[in-house]
């Protein structure tokens, strides 16, 4: 299709030759055209240099326009247009004004027709000729069509051409292009941003030539406003001398009226310099006092104030009333949607709410945020954001621009398995660069995913083209492990696992996870847990299988938690799990969506999808419990207050269950109807205002985390390890080797001394034998030998098979005695002194164990009833009782009992050894 230049063109040749008689009337007819083309001709030159003289230029013929000038105030482009048909036309009626060419071309610029790349060689002959006006042009067109698709064909112009010839306009004075590097070094995303190029291109605004006969308004207002651009940059941004800065707060702080009521970017440059003590002696309380007096009137001064609360900064900390300011300005002040978002997602205020937070992050067009938000999708890699080509689009451009994270950011997110952004070619294509300019991290993932498929289970890996042999990989591998990085830990046993460059083997496999999760790799920690869940490489191991997976929740993996969470349904006869493990995370990562599928958070199924929940191990706890429970994972995830979200729990949750949590929040003042377990509006808007009372839940360990390996109360600090092994190891073979009942006594004595110090495998020893060796009763008393298998039933040592029947058989021989009356004192004691029987998931499942042994459950009503405990129920082991033992423990705090026994014996043993070493 012909350009509308070339249709000019023709049309001028398109002249008939005159002949004939006609030809003096043609005469006098051609005079008159040509006196109406010359008064055209005129016009449109006179009109083309007024609306589109170009600055810098100096042949231009009236003011100077600059580029963002040239578009109608009211976007009425039918204005453009003529403007370009008339520079067009003196374009071509005046070949000899130059300027006319470049005048039209700007306009066909800003004018952006089809058929503009035609144009662009023209435009670029004028740039390699060093015009800055054409310069800016190239930079422009690029700017405009940089995310063109690929069908449009090639661009004319890349990335590396348009910022050289920005940066060539702006070299030569050209106050648009300056203007332009300087939001690029402010905002990014096609350059990186550096606060030290933006006080250059300040300065260079400043010191830039005249912009043509008559610069304008805009021009002195422009470079006017650069210092004080400097100087705010120089305070809010690290890296400047402390003269430098000095010199900045005392501009800043005359053109800001002392923080009160001068020009909103002075007022809060000067106090976040006062916040920061840049320039000037820091001030915090000061600062936060002038934020105080302008939020009323200035909602820019919020996002400050709101972080300088969440902080503690300048005064007492309160974080929900940072929220609460934040919340309604995030749709008209950009500064405040990711602090609020940070605020969401650490759960320190208020439960954490991940899916809010990363709508917060995905609406702003910042890099900073984006990363951010990246970060979340990888956790939350079910979550689907609107626009998603803006966040890949941001990332790239600030990757392209050697913005720190940004690649690396993109490269996790593209090799996600979430349709909206899975680009693995591309995203290798990033790292490799970054592994060649020494990226480790790069480097790592770059290798891990020389391999296709490497962590499916469904589909054989494959090799993909180009990138690393297995010969680098092993090269790799090696010089990690020499290293101690444990990524090279973790991808060696990934290969080891599938047979892939190494033969298969799971023992050495699983050999590298355990050398990975102690270096720290929480991937690792997972599939570590995994090996011992399913004995790939390593026997099966219930105990450290949990153990590995805690760690790895403890340290943010949703993974872990969910296979915990998984986990807790099967954790009927160990009991190696609590209710916040099983219930509250459970359904808090239902209310995050964690697992459903979809697009729609809150469109699943609770009753399927939290069945069995409520049967099993959680039965040991009792109903209240349970309820506690449920109720503490909104606390832990308050998404799931949403009304769909809760009606659709509500009526999963057991009838029992819902009545328990009415009467809780009828209890505390949060409902006012009778607790009936329909869970109505009133009572769901009472649980909302029950979480928001209580606030988040904290992030202290669970009673049984480190059940697996110490007691409640370890004396450690008492004795020194290698004492308590050599006195250990010297009275248990006097044991073995005792003959006469003379020697059995004494070695039993001993026995009893580490025992009452909390030496477990002396308590099992003990334990096991109570029922069986009168000697041991003779020495042992009831009271001793019930702590001693309440503390084994807890701790569930390494190595102790059945306890649960032992103690029963201990407590059946105690009820022979007649000395059941002991169990419930000793009971009640361990329970003030041993804050994991507090538990009410542990306690219940080990009160489970008194209804088997004979008078057991009575001594502890007895004993409950004699101390003056109320709210017990009918039966010892009930769960009335037990909640009030709890109680009782809890408000009574520990009896002393066991901590001055584990004195007495730590002396006890101290000279023991002492004796022996003579």
Known sequence: MLRPVHVLVLSCLALAPLTGGAFAAQASSDKSDDAAKKAALSEAISICDQGASVPLDPEAKAPPVQYFDLFPQDMNLSKLKSLADKCQAAMLGAPLEKRLTLQWLRVEVALDQPGLTWLIPQVKLLADGGNPEANFLLYEFYSAHRHDSVDAGAPPIMRGMALDALQKAGTAGHLTALLTLLHQYTEGPLLRRDAHKVVETAQRIIDAPAQGQSPGEWDSQLRAAMPLRIAQTMLEKDGFPGDEQQKAFRAVEADSKAGTDGPEASVLAYIKALRLGRGTQQDAAKARQLLEARVSHDEYAIPMLADMLAKGEGGPADGKRAIALLRPVTKSVAEARPILAGLLSDGKFVGRQPRAAIQLLSAPRDLDAYIRLAGLLLDYDGVRIDYPDLLVECLGDGADAGEPGAALALARLELLDNQQFKNEDHARAMLKPL?????????????????????????????????????????????????????????????????????????????????????????????????????????????????????????????????????????????????????????????????????????????????????????????????????????????????????????????????????????????????????????????????????????????????????????SDMLAGEILDRVRDKVFARAQAAKTEKQKLAAIKQLGMLARYGDLPSRWVLVRNYHQARAIRSVVTPEEITRYALDILVSKPEGVDKPEFEFIFDLTQIAKDRKSKAVGSATLQAIRDDPRLQDPLTLGAIMGQFAFAPDACDSVLAAAKKAGINGTGSDGCDEQTRTALIAYAKDKGASGTDAAARKAAAEEIKALDAQAAK
């Open 435 to 715: 592994a060649d300019a020494g990226d480790r991290d790069a480097l790592w993932l770059y290798a891990s995913t020389q391999y296709a498929n490497l962590d499916s289970t469904s589909y054989r890996p494959s090799r993909r083209d180009g990138g690393l042999s297995d010969d680098d990989l092993k090269a790799l591998i090696g010089e990690g492990e020499g290293k101690k990085e444990p990524q090279a830990y973790l991808l060696h046993a990934k290969l080891l696992r599938r047979g892939l460059i190494y033969p298969q083997d799971d023992v050495r496999a699983t050999a590298m996870l355990i050398n990975a999760a102690n270096l720290g790799s929480v991937e690792a920690m997972v599939l570590l847990g995994d090996a011992y869940d399913n004995g790939l490489g390593i026997d099966k191991n219930p105990r450290e299988r949990l153990h590995a997976w805690r760690e790895a929740a403890r340290l943010g993996s949703l993974q872990a938690k969910s296979k915990l969470a998984n986990a807790f349904t099967f954790d009927s006869f160990d009991h190696l799990m609590t209710l916040r493990e099983g219930i509250t995370n459970r359904i808090a990562l239902y209310n995050d969506g964690i697992g459903r599928m979809g697009a729609v958070v809150f469109g699943g199924d609770a009753g399927i999808e939290l069945s069995g929940l409520f049967s099993g191990p959680a039965s040991s706890a009792g109903t209240a419990a349970v309820a506690a429970a449920v109720m503490d994972a909104f606390r832990e995830a308050p998404a799931g207050l949403d009304e769909e979200n809760l009606v659709g729990i509500g009526k999963a949750l057991p009838d029992e269950i819902r009545i328990a949590i009415e009467t809780t929040l009828k209890s505390e003042g949060f409902y006012a109807g009778e607790p009936k377990g329909y869970f109505g509006p009133d009572a769901r808007k009472a649980l909302a205002a029950w979480v928001d009372a209580k606030g988040p839940l904290t992030d202290a360990p669970s009673p049984q985390t480190a059940a697996g390996t110490q007691q409640a109360a370890p004396a």
